[in-house]
């Protein structure tokens, strides 16, 4: 069973930056894809970035390219999600989500998900 463990939402004005991490255990995370996804009150859970196991791979939704960077640090069973420009529509839970398997990076498909981490962007 794989367990994660989101941290790093916050709170922060229009075109500041936040960086939530997610730490993995219980299984080997060098073998995982890794996603983040969002939810938005009101709304469904939505697809924000992914990468695959070496880094090399990665994916983002449309509305965050440009501003946002997934990364991560296998030795540290760690992935991040560098959040730039960051806009009132940001505003969600962020959850952080593994695909075991998956060698590349993947929108869907997610396996485990982490509890979320609140990110709330003011205008």
């Known amino acids: 069973q794989v367990q994660l463990v989101e941290s790093g939402g916050g709170s922060v004005q229009a075109g500041g930056s936040l960086r939530p991490s997610c730490v993995a255990s219980g299984g080997t995370f060098s073998y995982y894809a890794m996603g983040w996804f969002r939810q938005a009150p009101g709304k469904e859970r939505e697809f924000v970035a992914s990468?695959?196991?070496?880094?090399?791979?990665?994916s983002y939704a449309d509305s965050v390219k440009g501003r946002f960077t997934i990364s991560r640090v296998n030795a540290e069973s760690t992935v991040y999600l560098q959040m730039n420009s960051l806009k009132p529509e940001d505003t969600a839970v962020y959850y952080c989500?593994?695909?075991?398997?998956?060698?590349?990076?993947?929108?869907?498909?997610?396996?485990?998900w982490g509890q979320g981490t609140q990110v709330t962007v003011s205008s």
């Open positions: 989500a593994a695909l075991p398997g998956s060698l590349v990076a993947a929108t869907g498909g997610y396996v485990y």
């Open positions: 990468i695959g196991w070496s880094g090399r791979s990665t």
